[in-house]
Structure formats: C-alpha cells, structure tokens
C-alpha cells in the first residue's frame, strides 16, 4: 500500500460522505409520522423475483460447514478488493481486508494487542481488559458507541466479553 491507514480510511470517509449526509437527512425526515418512507422501497409492494431466487439458492445448505462462522477467505477478499477498487477508486491490499462475523475477529487473532479467549461452540469472545476495572472499561468503551459485557457481571473479573 502506498499511504497510511489512517489515510486510506479519510479517503473512504470522504468518498461516503454524500450517502451519509443523505442518510442523515432520512433519518431526520423518518421520524415524522406523516412522512411517507419509500427511501429503501415501497413496503407495500412484493420484492423483486431476483430477490427471493437469490435467499432460497444460497439458504439451501451445500456442505456441513455452510454455516460456520468464517474469516477472511481468499476468494472472499479477493471480490472485495475488487468492489472497493471499483468503488472508491483507491487501492486496497488484502492485508487491508479483515472478514469476520464482527469485529472481535481482529481481536480473537490478536491484532489490537488484546489477550482472548473464544470459548468453543460460542458466539462470543472474553477479551482481558486492559485496565484493572472492567466495569469502568465497559463504561469507557460505551462513551464511544461500544457496547461490551463487563467480566464483573458473570464472576470473571478483569476481563469482558464481545459478541
């Protein structure tokens, strides 16, 4: 990659900023209860044929694996490198790309320097907090949009859990 992450990620702020601003103005206009919301469709009308084809081809299981929780595939990235290429006109490595069920993939690998465990057969991931108090990490977290489960609620003190 030829800049920063920090700076790949402003370019892509940048490059959604009029969806968002419309975004905002939606939400704004929603609220009103004599508003008439057709924004993603009228919900008084069946959806297109494709639509349902495309559910009931890939909800059909293939293998006993269909449905596991899985990471960053190469094919997978692959064709998201592809679409944010063509998108957003910038370039992407696939180090860029982290696939996951959520955003504790990145820290059940390791990458944001947090110990965690993945107790198997959940969906849900206990990640050592990295202050003392993981009541006042989970507090912390919430002041940035972060919802976690403080360890202290089910007898794990120091640590919290992620779904």
């Known amino acids: 990659m030829n800049q920063p992450v920090g700076e790949t990620i402003l370019e892509i702020q940048r490059s959604l900023e009029a969806f968002l601003n419309c975004y905002r103005t939606y939400l ?14 009228n919900p008084h009308e069946m959806p297109l044929p494709e639509i349902g084809d495309a559910i ?17 595939e190469p094919a997978t990235v692959a064709a998201v490198i592809r679409s ?10 696939a180090a860029d790309i982290a696939m996951t069920t959520g955003a504790v993939g990145a820290i ?29 990490f989970a507090a912390l977290l919430t002041e940035h949009d972060v919802y976690v489960l403080p360890g202290a609620a089910f007898e794990l003190p ?3 859990r992620i779904s």
């Open 28 to 41: 704004a206009i929603a609220t009103d209860p004599e508003a008439c919301d057709f924004v993603f469709g």
């Open 56 to 72: 009931a081809r890939w909800a059909a299981p293939r293998s006993e694996r269909w449905f596991e929780y899985k990471g960053s």
């Open 84 to 93: 944010l290429r063509s998108r957003v006109g910038i370039e992407f490595d």
């Open 108 to 136: 059940v690998r390791g990458d944001m320097g947090y110990e965690a465990v993945r107790p198997g057969g959940t969906f849900y991931v206990l990640v050592r907090s990295p202050i003392a108090d993981d009541v006042a």
């Open 158 to 160: 120091r640590w919290f």
